[in-house]
């Protein structure tokens, strides 16, 4: 159990840890992201729509937040395995972390 106190820090260390967030250029998916990489895991996010993938990156790069981008369509076989092919020569095989967000 957590002392009375303890930092959120010091409970939720995810230094080296690799995550894969899908829908995370915005909304619940976005916030997912910044957390992650607040906690310090090396993070890939995913959308359908690039444009909205590129604010996101903007703004990430603006807040000093360090995110790998790529655009996928989930519902989308070829794009899943792209998905798939792309997170394991970014994160060397190794995922510690999928959240999906998409449904």
Known sequence: MASSGAGR???WILAGATALVTGGSKGIGRAIVEELVGFGSTVHTCARSEAELSRCQEELTAKGLAVSFSVCDVSVRTDREELVSRVRELFGGKLNI?????W
């Open 98 to 102: 999928l959240i999906f967000t998409i």
């Open 9 to 11: 820090d010091e409970r």
